[in-house]
């Protein structure tokens, strides 16, 4: 069963202005949820395009957004939040930021839980490698 928690923050409509100084800054509430990187790719994609960066930038940009996103939404608690900003005299240059509720609790994060050492006796490989084998005695033949 997937859940996704709409917090206060992500009913929000996104924001982009422009500076008195030429910089841009765009900012959009997410849903806290599986949909979250797409959403944040298909809207920030038509900004990026808009602020001239060319497709092999916007690509890399969509790329940093899907990851901070989904890192967000997999290890920390709502609200999550994409912020993307261009300084004027930077061409072709953005700054991407997530921000976040903060973390969670390790093993509440997606499900994740800590996965028990395995031992030689169970299948897996040892740690490290075994030591060399003692040569056997040999057996000298009696008379």
């Not at 997937?2 to 765009?26: D, H, K, M, N, Y």
């Not at 609200?79 to 903060?102: I, K, N, R, T």
Request: charged share 15%; aromatic share 4%; proline share 13%.
């Amino acid at each position: 069963m997937t859940t996704t928690t709409i917090s206060p923050a992500s009913r929000q409509q996104p924001v982009l202005r422009s500076v008195a100084t030429g910089e841009r800054v765009f900012t959009l509430p997410l849903e806290h949820g599986p949909l979250a990187p797409a959403t944040a790719r298909h809207t920030a994609r038509p900004v990026l395009e808009s602020w001239g960066l060319d497709d092999e930038q916007v690509y890399d940009a969509l790329l940093v957004i899907s990851e901070l996103v989904t890192n967000a939404v997999v290890y920390a608690l709502p609200p999550v939040v994409l912020h993307l900003y261009a300084a004027a005299d930077e061409a072709g240059q953005v700054q991407v930021y997530v921000s976040d509720g903060g973390p969670q609790p390790a093993t509440a994060a997606a499900g994740w839980q800590p996965a028990a050492p395995r031992t030689s006796t169970d299948g897996a490989r040892p740690s490290s490698p075994p030591s060399p084998a003692t040569p056997a005695p040999t057996a000298t033949p009696a008379d």
